[in-house]
């Protein structure tokens, strides 16, 4: 009877880990959702913030969004680190 609870155990630990990878994702689509559904009553346009480079030319348009790019990856790197921290 022990070694069954104990087999039982082990198949359950790994549903528990993708329960927790799914609360997980479904936090992250709530939130990136809720930031896609309010982002134009922000202050601040994710894209057209001041450091983005944008050239325009007669026929081209050339649009580099260096600072957006950084504040995403702070942002995302932050949400990680809270992730692994809080993982351990």
């Not at 009877?1 to 709530?30: A, I, N, S, Y």
């Not at 939130?31 to 026929?59: C, I, Q, S, T, W």
């Not at 649009?63 to 932050?78: K, M, Q, R």
Request: overall charge positive; proline content about 5%.
């Amino acid at each position: 009877m022990l070694e069954l609870t104990k087999e039982l155990q082990h198949f359950m630990d790994p549903l528990r880990e993708l329960g927790r990878v799914l609360v997980f994702l479904g936090g992250f689509l709530v939130l990136l959702g809720a930031l896609l559904y309010f982002g134009g009553k922000l202050p601040f346009r994710l894209g057209n913030l001041p450091g983005d480079m944008v050239h325009r030319g007669e026929h081209t348009t050339l649009y580099f969004p260096i600072v957006t790019c950084l504040a995403l990856s702070l942002a995302l790197s932050l949400l990680f680190w809270l992730f692994s921290h809080f993982r351990r």
